[in-house]
């Protein structure tokens, strides 16, 4: 297998289609067709089901494209520890991190690391937590600022605690439950039960976002295993507008509450701490992974400005 027959079979795999994997390759739909038969000739094995709907990988087309990437990440990091040698002169680095967290981290990181680091192309990946992870596990990325899963984390990535950001209730002014919240010391807010939102009406994100997960383990510790959820979805400002309107209870994390737009905002309450009510946010890359002197230098700035 050369370099060249990975990256074929890998950007099919990733594009499932000859046509706009020969367009990112640079090269003809015809040509890179016969490449791919030659490749499957070889192994005696098809590596591709061809589907009406686009191009699936086979179950050796998934060992295949399994060892390319890590085959090809080796390639990679070979390449960059040779451009360590220049001084950070060359070189690259991929990073990722999730839509809203890098509204809030890039725009103290960026500048700094591009007065250092002027010649480094810098390529940012903004997608969901899942899509980050598989992105690391793939070697499509170098590392990522994310939230950590709350309670199980994967076996193959090291997560690096930057800060902890503790989630807050938020519900409507006028909610017959605020006359439960208790004024506690050293909480931001007035304390409320969390268990006594078993039976009220829950406006929830996505369940592949890290906020939903990260409230179903908070809401599993009070002993709701099946919330009322009223609403599921996407944007937890829109959650939290619909809250501030008395349309259901959502939880949202406390940096992201204080720089919500909505003009109604809704009343905060806060968390006891035995339900462990907050998320952290980490640099994650894969475990005994190579990291450049380019990356380790964004990981140094993100941790002097976002711990």
């Known amino acids: 297998m050369t370099r060249r027959e990975l990256l074929y079979v890998k950007t099919v795999s990733d594009t499932k289609s000859i046509s706009k994997a020969a367009r990112q390759l640079f090269i003809s739909q015809p040509s890179l067709s016969q490449s791919i038969q030659r490749i499957e000739e070889n192994l005696g094995t098809p590596l591709f089901n061809r589907t009406t709907g686009g191009l699936t990988l086979t179950f050796a087309g998934e060992r295949y494209y399994h060892t390319a990437s890590q085959i090809l990440k080796m390639y990679e990091d070979f390449e960059i520890e040779i451009s360590d040698i220049n001084n950070l002169k060359t070189g690259r680095v991929h990073m990722g991190t999730t839509d809203y967290l890098g509204t809030l981290i890039l725009p103290s990181i960026l500048p700094r690391f591009r007065d250092i680091c002027p010649y480094i192309d810098l390529t940012i990946t903004e997608a969901n937590s899942a899509e980050l992870e598989q992105g690391l596990l793939d070697g499509r990325l170098d590392f990522t600022i994310m939230h950590a899963p709350k309670d199980q984390h994967h076996p193959q990535l090291n997560y690096e605690l930057l800060a902890q950001d503790p989630f807050v209730i938020a519900l409507s002014p006028d909610h017959p439950l605020l006359k439960c919240a208790i004024k506690k010391a050293g909480y931001e807010f007035p304390v409320l039960d969390i268990a006594l939102l078993k039976d009220e009406p829950l406006l929830m994100l996505h369940s592949k976002q890290r906020i939903r997960q990260v409230t179903d383990v908070i809401l599993g ?38 720089r919500s737009t909505v003009q109604k905002q809704p009343v905060f309450c806060s968390i006891d701490r035995k339900y462990d009510a907050s998320w952290d946010r980490c640099i994650t890359s894969l475990k005994n992974s190579f990291l450049s002197k380019a990356d380790q230098l964004f990981i140094r700035i993100a941790k002097e400005l976002c711990s």
């Open 221 to 258: 510790r009070a002993g709701i295993h099946q919330p009322n959820i009223s609403l599921t979805l996407k944007s937890f400002e829109t959650a939290q507008l619909l809250a501030a309107q008395g349309l259901g209870i959502t939880l949202i994390p406390r940096q992201y509450s204080s």
